[in-house]
């Protein structure tokens, strides 16, 4: 016989520092799971191998320290600088330069935005 599960999450949630009433549109407490730095580090390098074939291949205008990444999905602004990390340590090792990556990540509805074309 299969153990019986339990649900815990009202006291796990209890227990959270997430706080629904901080944000401007409605949102739940599974909305708010911060992307680990890790799954940032697996892009980092095709984000900067792009940038790089997109200066090499003659547009001079964008170069990396101009470069924006955008994530949508606000969590508490963590993403912020996480990504900045791990961007300015993949295009140092790919360019062998610092660059300086912008990061857009706002306390925003995404899906809002998106309906409403903004």
Known sequence: MAPAVTDNSATFIAQSKWNPS???YP???NDHFVTPVAAYEE???ILAYLLMRR???GNKSLRPSE???YDP???DGAPVQRLKDVLQRASTRAS???SGWSVINEMRDFYIDVASGT
């Open 55 to 57: 200066h090499a291949a």
């Open 67 to 69: 470069a924006v990444c």
């Open 96 to 98: 062998g330069g610092a």
């Open 27 to 29: 949102n739940k407490y």
């Open 43 to 45: 892009l980092a390098p």
């Open 73 to 75: 999905y606000y969590c």
């Open 22 to 24: 901080i944000y401007p």
